[in-house]
């Protein structure tokens, strides 16, 4: 059974930076994309970033680029998510999601519906 498990979270200060990881197990495919999704407080889940594990093609949702770079090590099945220049809205807890057979990413990689498996989350906390 396909497991996601990230890590990474934490308290930062404005400013700061964290890497997310997360690591896929289970998988009986080598073909998917792996997904980073963010939810706030009384807002609704929305993808940030994705990247496919084949060509490691990458999108990034509008409002993080430059801020979020999103990598991948196929030798680990890990997926990581680099947040710099960390602002209170980026507050929310963070999940990895799989697609599987997805060979490129596209922009609708960055919707929650294309996702078969999710993780537990990991909460970013952004706070002076």
């Known amino acids: 059974q396909v497991q996601l498990v990230e890590s990474g979270g934490g308290l930062v200060q404005p400013g700061g930076s964290l890497r997310l990881s997360c690591v896929a197990s289970?998988?009986?495919?080598?073909?998917?994309?792996i997904g980073w999704f963010r939810q706030a407080p009384g807002k609704e889940r929305e993808g940030v970033s994705c990247i496919a594990r084949s060509d490691g093609s990458t999108y990034y949702r509008s409002s993080v680029k430059g801020r979020f770079t999103i990598t991948r090590d196929n030798v680990k099945n890990t997926v990581y998510l680099q947040i710099d220049d960390l602002k209170p809205e980026d507050t929310a807890v963070y999940y990895c999601?799989?697609?599987?057979?997805?060979?490129?990413?596209?922009?609708?990689?960055?919707?929650?519906?294309?996702?078969?498996?999710w993780g537990q989350g990991t909460q970013v906390t952004v706070s002076s």
């Open positions: 289970g998988l009986f495919t080598d073909v998917y994309a």
């Open positions: 999601a799989l697609d599987s057979w997805v060979s490129t990413v596209r922009a609708n990689c960055i919707s929650a519906y294309e996702y078969d498996y």
